[in-house]
């Protein structure tokens, strides 16, 4: 049977993984859904957000060095506390991507019409064009399928010349947002966010933990790492680094514009802070690096996904048309084109739910309350694998009490987020607006597996036993 290929550095894997959290994406439009819940604290929150993920991700990175699998959390979680947490975990890996995916089809179109518009080459109003706009993105999911299947030596190449652009385009913006004022006056006040209510904290840290999501996706590709440590390494990186470009896009955007403003234009805040700051060329310049930021975001979504499925699918727990591998490009090629065809489906079925900032809120605050629990299980895995670990006081806290209060915390966060979203709707619509609504699609996404495990339950993953061998 054809072999995975062992040619990803550790550049590679960062700029896989930085791209999965797409900055550009996530600075162009989820600042918007932020500045909503949590106004001027943005700074603050991100700061707080991104606690949890260090200290979980400092311990997988010691067990990805011990024990590598592209399966990652799915099997640390199914060796190490239960298969059918570990299997909780990659459902909800695949679930949440194929929704992201899904959206971003829309946003990839729109963006590139944004972008035809402001080099003039196409009307305005062709912008809007749903149908137009999602063709285009099905166009595009289409070349970056080829360059997945065709090799991932390949397509994180092509990776790391998006990721590279990318910053570079979203610095310089938020640069000149920086220098050119006329928004919020800066205040130290922003980096505290206890300054607002409690309910604010939690749906604005959840969001955020969200926007996270992906630093660990080069754990994935950790089978095919020239070496086993750059896959833990290039996670950890991802995060520090992307922690200080989202830091200074937001002080740069609350310099240039007010919260009101960032809220009221939303999906669209990168090219209007642009416009703003170097009028028509600037929001060419923005459209173009959002529509280079999400293209990067779905092929590393295609990349992870694909992966993950792989692994289920060498475990038994999904078909075996997941587990084929491209006999000349070493690839999981037909697990990459269901991800994709899945994600086309699903895209065309949400035009129903409303325009598409509202699609971007509703399935960010959706899928950030299962990611908080697939992070907690990564959290309590590594736990589990290191409990009989007796090395110094800095061992202890990197796998054991570091992860396991990120883990309590991400918990706590997301059954409060759910309470209250569905405490405070009058009932449930089929509008993306909707905070039951939102609620009933993060159930699916955490237990819409359920009838495949149960179907699925003879087989070996899920009848084995957890580990009890020491750590090494």
Same mark, same amino acid.
């Given at each position: 049977?054809?072999?995975?290929?062992?040619?990803?550095?550790?550049?590679?894997?960062?700029?896989?993984?930085?791209?999965?959290?797409?900055?550009?994406?996530?600075?162009?439009?989820?600042?918007?859904?932020?500045?909503?819940?949590?106004?001027?604290?943005?700074?603050?929150?991100?700061?707080?957000?991104?606690?949890?993920?260090?200290?979980?991700?400092?311990? =997988?990175?010691?067990?990805?060095?011990?024990?590598?699998?592209?399966?990652?959390?799915?099997?640390?979680?199914?060796?190490?506390?239960?298969?059918?947490?570990?299997?909780?975990?990659?459902?909800?890996?695949?679930?949440?991507?194929?929704?992201? =995916?899904?959206?971003?089809?829309?946003?990839?179109?729109?963006?590139?019409?944004?972008?035809?518009?402001?080099?003039?080459?196409?009307?305005?109003?062709?912008?809007?064009?749903?149908?137009?706009?999602?063709?285009?993105?099905?166009?595009?999911?289409?070349?970056?399928?080829?360059?997945?299947?065709?090799?991932?030596?390949?397509?994180?190449?092509?990776?790391?010349?998006?990721?590279?652009?990318?910053?570079?385009?979203?610095?310089?913006?938020?640069?000149?947002?920086?220098?050119?004022?006329?928004?919020?006056?800066?205040? =130290?006040?922003?980096?505290?966010?206890?300054?607002?209510?409690?309910?604010?904290?939690?749906?604005?840290?959840?969001?955020?933990?969200?926007?996270?999501?992906?630093?660990?996706?080069?754990?994935?590709?950790?089978?095919?790492?020239?070496?086993?440590?750059?896959?833990?390494?290039?996670?950890?990186?991802?995060?520090?680094?992307? =922690?200080?470009?989202?830091?200074?896009?937001?002080?740069?955007?609350?310099?240039?514009?007010?919260?009101?403003?960032?809220?009221?234009?939303?999906?669209?805040?990168?090219?209007?802070?642009?416009?703003?700051?170097?009028?028509?060329?600037?929001?060419?310049?923005?459209?173009?690096?959002?529509?280079?930021?999400?293209?990067?975001?779905?092929?590393?979504?295609?990349?992870?996904?694909?992966?993950?499925?792989?692994?289920?699918?060498?475990?038994?727990?999904?078909?075996?048309?997941?587990?084929?591998?491209?006999?000349?490009?070493?690839?999981?090629?037909?697990?990459?084109?269901?991800?994709?065809?899945?994600?086309?489906?699903?895209?065309?079925?949400?035009?129903?739910?409303?325009?598409?900032?509202?699609?971007?809120?509703?399935?960010?605050?959706?899928?950030?309350?299962?990611?908080?629990?697939?992070?907690?299980?990564?959290?309590?895995?590594?736990?589990?694998?290191?409990?009989?670990?007796?090395?110094?006081?800095?061992?202890?806290?990197?796998?054991?009490?570091?992860?396991?209060?990120?883990?309590?915390?991400?918990?706590?966060?997301?059954?409060?987020?759910?309470?209250?979203?569905?405490?405070?709707?009058?009932?449930?619509?089929?509008?993306?607006?909707?905070?039951?609504?939102?609620?009933?699609?993060?159930?699916?996404?955490?237990?819409?597996?359920?009838?495949?495990?149960?179907?699925?339950?003879?087989?070996?993953?899920?009848?084995?036993?957890?580990?009890?061998?020491?750590?090494?």
């Amino acid at each position: 049977m054809p072999e995975l290929r062992r040619v990803v550095g550790i550049a590679d894997g960062i700029g896989l993984s930085i791209s999965s959290m797409a900055p550009t994406f996530t600075i162009g439009v989820g600042l918007g859904v932020t500045a909503a819940i949590v106004g001027p604290a943005m700074p603050g929150i991100w700061i707080l957000a991104i606690l949890p993920m260090l200290g979980i991700a400092a311990g =997988l990175a010691r067990l990805n060095a011990r024990d590598a699998n592209l399966g990652s959390v799915y099997h640390w979680a199914g060796v190490h506390l239960s298969p059918w947490l570990g299997f909780v975990s990659a459902w909800i890996t695949v679930s949440g991507s194929i929704l992201l =995916l899904s959206y971003t089809i829309r946003v990839t179109g729109d963006s590139t019409l944004q972008t035809l518009a402001s080099a003039g080459v196409v009307p305005d109003q062709l912008v809007a064009n749903v149908p137009v706009s999602t063709v285009i993105g099905v166009l595009w999911l289409a070349l970056l399928c080829f360059f997945a299947v065709r090799g991932v030596d390949l397509a994180a190449r092509f990776q790391t010349v998006l990721i590279i652009v990318d910053v570079i385009a979203v610095v310089g913006i938020c640069g000149l947002a920086l220098l050119h004022g006329g928004g919020e006056t800066f205040s =130290l006040s922003w980096f505290n966010p206890f300054a607002i209510s409690v309910g604010a904290i939690v749906h604005g840290v959840v969001i955020t933990i969200y926007l996270y999501w992906g630093w660990d996706n080069s754990l994935r590709l950790n089978e095919e790492s020239r070496r086993t440590s750059s896959a833990g390494r290039a996670a950890i990186w991802s995060l520090a680094l992307i =922690l200080v470009v989202f830091l200074f896009a937001q002080i740069g955007f609350q310099r240039a514009t007010t919260i009101p403003e960032l809220v009221q234009h939303g999906a669209t805040g990168l090219t209007f802070v642009a416009g703003r700051v170097a009028g028509r060329p600037g929001e060419f310049v923005a459209a173009l690096a959002l529509l280079i930021s999400v293209l990067a975001i779905a092929q590393a979504i295609l990349l992870a996904t694909s992966r993950q499925t792989l692994g289920m699918s060498r475990d038994q727990v999904l078909g075996m048309v997941w587990g084929r591998i491209h006999p000349r490009w070493g690839t999981p090629a037909v697990g990459t084109l269901l991800v994709g065809g899945i994600a086309t489906v699903i895209c065309v079925l949400s035009a129903a739910l409303g325009n598409l900032s509202q699609i971007i809120t509703a399935f960010v605050t959706a899928i950030g309350m299962p990611v908080c629990l697939y992070y907690a299980i990564a959290g309590l895995a590594v736990v589990a694998a290191f409990r009989r670990e007796r090395g110094s006081l800095t061992d202890q806290l990197v796998v054991r009490w570091l992860p396991l209060l990120s883990a309590i915390v991400l918990f706590a966060m997301a059954v409060y987020l759910f309470v209250y979203n569905w405490i405070t709707a009058d009932g449930f619509a089929f509008t993306a607006t909707n905070t039951r609504f939102q609620d009933v699609v993060a159930l699916v996404v955490l237990a819409g597996g359920i009838p495949i495990a149960l179907a699925r339950r003879r087989v070996a993953y899920f009848r084995r036993t957890p580990a009890l061998e020491d750590a090494a």
